[in-house]
């Protein structure tokens, strides 16, 4: 067998760069030499390349094709299109090809040349394709599977996809092939469960540092969400790239004309729309610069655009894992982004219902609403984020300095009082014959408002009526929001009416206290606000002086060209912190033009001389 090259090798060769991240080196190591192996990196932190290099260096060594498991066509496209880049031939099988196409790649598989196949779940559990890959195995020419999106496998995670339970048959017939499941969220029981469903048990398990330090998170509290939202975007990242998560199809397409209607380039995307309206609204965002994403959580899951300088969400996610696979989507470039939420108590009301209406068994409920609840006190906290954030993942940190928390410490208020008034008020509405009414009368009754219901049921009588005029609308939602929250009081029908749970006792004999946040809005970064010409020209991510941006400007335009040619989205031609160091060092050869992170053998010899000629014209 012929020597193959170092896995760092290969990574300098191939993919242009010095030196291993962090857990790389120790995973690429193991699964080149055969080990089994479950990953759990932050999205951004360089999970690809985990398996990538492995099956480069395993192909080397004539072991053939490496097989990735992925659930998503257009992750399959981009990755497959920067392999080809990087001079590593790859190839994906999924529904967009032609059954000529889909045929030439079957040969190129079979014969071994091949490196990597990207299929989806459903087409790997094929008899057709186990099969095919009975064939390589048995000419020694199968190197190893790639499990990407590994959280899909296991009903605790946040995106259960029944195709992947039946990928254990991978370690069942091809015990000897090593496999490496990849995954950026699991909590500990999330990852119990994949190493149980796809038959792990002997797998060495790596577990990166959840923190991403770029993002800065912030949540505030609904008061015109729409407006809060634009107010955000306009006052930190006019002409950025963005993605807004929205819970309804309707709402996501009113977002979008909205945000269009104020002069923001939005467009939709949900399940729900043309396959060919999704793909060209995909494309737009991953090709064009400053685009803003509204979409589901349809949209997102494999999104490999570097620079998403923020995302926000205007209706809460289902958990934690959920909010972090999501945020985790901003600045995968280590540049500055922001994580931000709108949050407020029909939230609170939507999620817990979603749950309880749910047809899933009473088992699989508990645990979601503990999902739920561990999310919610993320929301309310007045402490730094990002450490109650990483001690989900049960990871110890710091307080960050860079979440709204750190840099604008909420003031807090006792509510204990106020809530011990709201609970006593919702009992005598259950006193009188047994009502029950929602949050808006339930305030309303609070404040002392003389409206056309409160006297139908004759509620300006209660001893309760105004005894909380000195709290705002506001101030009472938050209230009762938090009462939700902790379980004291639930929602229940079609009109979310209010019901006492059997905490609520304690809170109505003052044995539990509730200190709430004042609400404020998100301190803004500190840059002034953009606009115009001047929003669609991004800084370079590295300090550059007039003739540097010059350069990088240039390198810029040069790259949008080649992407265009290539039909490839722009970073993966070269990410923009290649072209600024190109910009600042200006390498005068293709020798010192080599030395460059990112820039590999394949890219050198493709690009080198234009990239020299273009330097050389903006001197």
């Avoid at 003031?411 to 009414?437: M, N, P, V």
Wanted: net charge negative.
């Amino acid at each position: 067998m012929p020597s193959a090259p170092t896995p760092l090798a290969v990574l300098n060769e191939v993919f242009g760069y010095p030196a291993f991240r962090g857990q790389q080196a120790a995973i690429v190591d193991h699964v080149a030499a055969g080990g089994d192996a479950l990953v759990l990196m932050p999205t951004g932190g360089g999970k690809s390349l985990c398996y990538q290099v492995p099956a480069i260096v395993r192909h080397r060594r004539e072991q053939g094709v490496a097989v990735v498991v992925s659930p998503l066509i257009a992750l399959m496209h981009d990755q497959v299109g920067a392999l080809e880049e990087a001079g590593v031939h790859a190839a994906f099988l999924n529904s967009t090809l032609t059954l000529d196409e889909a045929q030439r790649i079957e040969r190129e598989m079979m014969s071994g040349r091949l490196v990597l196949l990207y299929a989806a779940p459903e087409r790997v559990t094929t008899p057709r394709f186990l099969a095919q890959l009975d064939s390589l195995h048995e000419r020694g020419l199968l190197s190893l599977f790639a499990i990407d999106e590994a959280h899909c496998v296991s009903q605790w995670g946040h995106d259960f996809r029944e195709d992947y339970l039946g990928l254990s048959v991978l370690h069942e017939r091809y015990a000897d092939v090593p496999r490496i499941a990849l995954t950026a969220t699991a909590d500990e029981l999330t990852r119990a469960d994949i190493i149980e469903r796809l038959q792990l048990g002997a797998a060495q398990v790596f577990i990166s540092s959840f923190d991403r330090p770029n993002i800065r998170y912030a949540i505030v509290e609904k008061d015109d969400a729409r407006r809060q939202l634009l107010r955000f975007i306009r006052d930190e990242h006019e002409g950025d790239a963005g993605i807004v998560y929205c819970l309804s199809r309707k709402k996501v397409e009113e977002t979008a004309a909205w945000l269009n209607d104020e002069g923001i380039a939005a467009l939709p995307y949900h399940a729900g729309l043309d396959a060919e309206v999704r793909r060209r609204h995909q494309d737009k965002f991953l090709r064009d610069d400053g685009v803003v994403m509204v979409a589901t959580i349809a949209f997102g899951m494999g999104i490999d655009k570097p620079d998403v300088r923020f995302v926000a969400h205007l209706d809460l996610p289902k958990n934690i894992e959920s909010y972090y696979q999501e945020t985790g989507r901003a600045g995968r470039d280590g540049a500055p982004a922001d994580a931000w939420m709108a949050y407020g108590l029909a939230d609170v009301v939507n999620q817990r219902r979603m749950i309880d209406e749910s047809p899933a068994d009473e088992e699989f409920k508990r645990g979601q609403r503990a999902k739920l609840d561990a999310l919610l006190a993320l929301a309310e906290a007045h402490d730094c984020r990002r450490v109650r954030l990483l001690a989900y993942f049960g990871e110890q940190s710091q307080p960050c300095g860079n979440c709204d928390n750190c840099l604008n410490p909420p003031a807090t208020w006792d509510a204990t009082e106020a809530s011990r008034k709201a609970l006593s008020c919702i009992y005598r509405f259950h006193q009188q014959r047994g009502q029950r009414f929602g949050a808006g009368h339930l305030i309303d009754v609070l404040r002392g408002k003389r409206t056309d219901k409160v006297a139908q049921y004759g509620h300006e009588k209660l001893s309760t009526f105004g005894i909380g005029a000195d709290l705002s609308e506001q101030q009472w939602r938050g209230v009762l929001r938090q009462l939700i929250a902790l379980g004291h009081l639930r929602t229940e029908g079609e009109y979310n009416t209010l019901e006492l749970m059997d905490s609520a006792r304690e809170v109505l004999k003052g044995e539990v206290q509730l200190l709430l946040r004042v609400p404020s809005e998100t301190p803004r970064r500190g840059r002034a606000s953009r606009s115009g010409a001047a929003a669609k020209e991004k800084a370079a991510p590295i300090a550059l002086d007039d003739a540097g941006q010059r350069r990088y400007a240039a390198l810029k335009a040069w790259r949008a060209e080649v992407a265009r040619e290539h039909n490839l989205p722009a970073y993966v031609v070269f990410h923009d912190a290649t072209l600024a160091e190109m910009a600042r060092s200006r390498p005068g050869s293709l020798d010192d033009l080599s030395g460059i992170s990112g820039v590999g053998a394949k890219k050198l010899e493709a690009y080198g001389s234009e990239i020299l000629r273009v330097l050389d014209e903006t001197a």
